[in-house]
């Protein structure tokens, strides 16, 4: 089990109720807990929380052609865009990403990610996991073709000034559900609801206590149901967490080779060092989703050293060779054993 290192407040008073709403956004699902009076109206929360998604989806969904980042992705070269706050906020953190990982995490990787398939027009656009034998490997000079390169971005963070350098195309889909599910937990918060658990497409960021004193436990979800793992059950105790991994959507080609979704905008091509997931803790979804794929891309040995030097708690699962045996093994940072209890 993973606590975090304090546990404090006052659980809700007594004759206050468990409150559960779900519903569809962002392609995904969504779920809010929450503990409040009996009478409220669970109706007008919900349709707080959809305004919220619906505001992340116009603002910052490449699958949206009238959003903000759409727009951005077709302007002009020399273009300059003012972003809204939440999609400037979201940037500046990619990009701070991008630039602590040496560009493993790259906001600019739409081009290379439709050309291997995977975005909004690739083959895998509605098929998660995707058998291909006939799938075309884009060849090196394709992929030299497309734009992809955080740090030719011209980015203006007081004046939240983004300009189009030419062909630059954006996907913050790695980082802004995790965004999402911070702005559903303020919102919550704002509501005078500071006891919840919010959940959008398996990222949860958990808040306050329970009636009976207990924080929101959640179990992380595994490979696979015969991965020979023992279960890992979080605390979210003002905590968020996020997994990255490639055992949802992947081209398993006539070579017999699995491909993941999860590429490395450094070598253009699909990460191949045998990391399954990465599971990154943070009291942000937002960094915690961006993390979590920024250690996915660097590999079991790269991605640990990086939480390791930043003090990010991350859990990395790497596939054992055929030659090791098989199966999986487990790697905690030092910051993740810090909260096993």
């Known amino acids: 089990m993973l606590v975090p290192l304090r546990i404090d407040g006052e659980p809700p008073s007594l004759g206050q109720t468990l409150h ?11 779920s809010v807990r929450f503990i409040g009076p ?4 669970d109706s007008t929360i919900a349709e707080a929380v959809v305004h919220v998604c619906d505001d992340v989806i116009e603002q910052m969904s490449h699958w949206t052609a009238a959003s903000d980042l759409s727009r951005f992705n077709r302007a002009a070269v020399g273009s300059v865009r003012v972003l809204p706050e939440g999609f400037a906020s979201v940037l500046d953190a990619a990009l701070r990403i991008a630039a602590a990982s040496d560009g493993a995490y790259d906001p600019t990787a739409g081009g290379l990610v439709a050309l291997w398939g995977f975005g909004p027009t690739g083959e895998t656009a509605l098929a998660p996991r995707h058998d291909a034998p006939d799938f075309r490997v884009p060849s090196a000079a394709d992929r030299a073709r497309v ?16 300009t189009q350098p030419g062909g630059a195309t954006l996907d913050l889909s790695a980082i802004a559900k995790g965004h999402a599910v911070d702005r559903v937990s303020e919102l919550l918060t704002r509501l005078g609801l500071p006891n919840h658990l919010v ?8 808040a306050g206590l329970k009636p009976d004193g207990q924080p929101w436990w959640v179990d992380l979800e595994p ?4 991965c020979g793992l023992a279960p890992v059950r979080l605390a979210l105790h003002g905590l ?17 080779h699995r491909r993941s979704h999860t590429l490395d905008p450094r070598t253009r091509q699909p990460v191949a060092h045998g990391l399954a997931a990465v599971t990154v ?17 660097l590999g079991p040995r790269d991605g640990l050293a990086l939480a390791d030097r930043l003090g990010l708690a991350a859990l990395l699962v790497r596939r054992r060779t055929a030659a090791e045996g098989g199966g ?14």
């Open 20 to 30: 559960a709403l779900d519903g569809e956004t962002m392609g995904t699902t969504w």
């Open 281 to 297: 803790v943070h009291d942000s979804a937002m960094w915690a989703d961006g993390w979590s794929t920024a250690l996915m891309v």
């Open 147 to 162: 734009h992809c390169g955080w740090d030719s971005l011209p980015w203006d963070g007081e004046r939240r000034a983004l």
């Open 328 to 341: 999986f093994e487990e790697t905690f940072s030092a910051a993740m054993r810090e909260l096993m209890l």
């Open 240 to 256: 968020a967490v996020a997994t990255s991994g490639d055992y949802r959507k992947y081209y398993a080609g006539a070579d017999g």
């Open 38 to 41: 009996a009478g409220l109206r």
């Open 223 to 226: 490979l696979s149901a015969d």
């Open 199 to 206: 959940e959008i497409g398996g990222e949860l960021r958990g």
